[in-house]
């Protein structure tokens, strides 16, 4: 399913939900410019992957965290919508362990679920939904 997730600024999450209807969803965000259920009218809005990232003006440039390479390809699986069982199996770990990187990279980006911290990846341009993945 979708999310959009709304963040200011600092990177703090404004407003986050789910959505059934993708292509309801990716319509009124790209054709009106609208993100349901926010109440503001959001500057810039763009759909990476199964998000919808939306940022309030100004922008400002954000810090990478520094990430292992371990950290980056357990961000790029999972931006690819694998989930953490068939992160395990790709990366030849235990589903504890990309759990584990999980805790640590939601640490790492200040975030509280997985969702945002996607959207902050994402937005970051450290993981790219639409790359081909080799193992």
Same mark, same amino acid.
């Given at each position: 399913?979708?999310?959009?997730?709304?963040?200011?600024? &600092?990177?703090?999450? +404004?407003?986050?939900?789910?959505?059934?209807?993708? !292509?309801? %969803?990716?319509? $009124?965000?790209?054709?009106?410019?609208?993100?349901?259920?926010?109440?503001?009218?959001?500057?810039?809005?763009?759909?990476?992957?199964?998000?919808?990232?939306?940022?309030?003006?100004?922008?400002?440039?954000? &810090?990478?965290?520094? +990430?292992?390479?371990?950290?980056?390809?357990?961000? !790029?699986? %999972?931006?690819? $919508?694998?989930?953490?069982?068939?992160?395990?199996?790709?990366?030849?770990?235990?589903?504890?362990?990309?759990?584990?990187?999980?805790?640590?990279?939601?640490?790492?980006?200040?975030?509280?679920?997985?969702?945002?911290?996607?959207?902050?990846?994402?937005?970051?341009?450290?993981?790219?939904?639409?790359?081909?993945?080799?193992?």
């Amino acid at each position: 399913m979708p999310s959009v997730v709304v963040y200011n600024d &600092e990177g703090k999450v +404004l407003y986050q939900n789910i959505f059934a209807d993708a !292509q309801e %969803l990716v319509f $009124s965000v790209r054709e009106e410019g609208v993100v349901p259920g926010f109440p503001q009218p959001t500057s810039a809005v763009r759909v990476n992957s199964l998000l919808v990232l939306a940022n309030q003006e100004p922008e400002i440039e954000r &810090e990478v965290p520094k +990430l292992t390479a371990k950290q980056c390809q357990v961000l !790029q699986y %999972l931006s690819s $919508s694998l989930t953490p069982g068939q992160t395990a199996r790709k990366m030849n770990l235990s589903e504890e362990s990309i759990r584990s990187y999980l805790k640590i990279l939601k640490r790492k980006f200040k975030t509280e679920s997985r969702d945002q911290l996607m959207a902050m990846a994402g937005a970051l341009g450290i993981c790219d939904p639409f790359k081909k993945i080799v193992p």
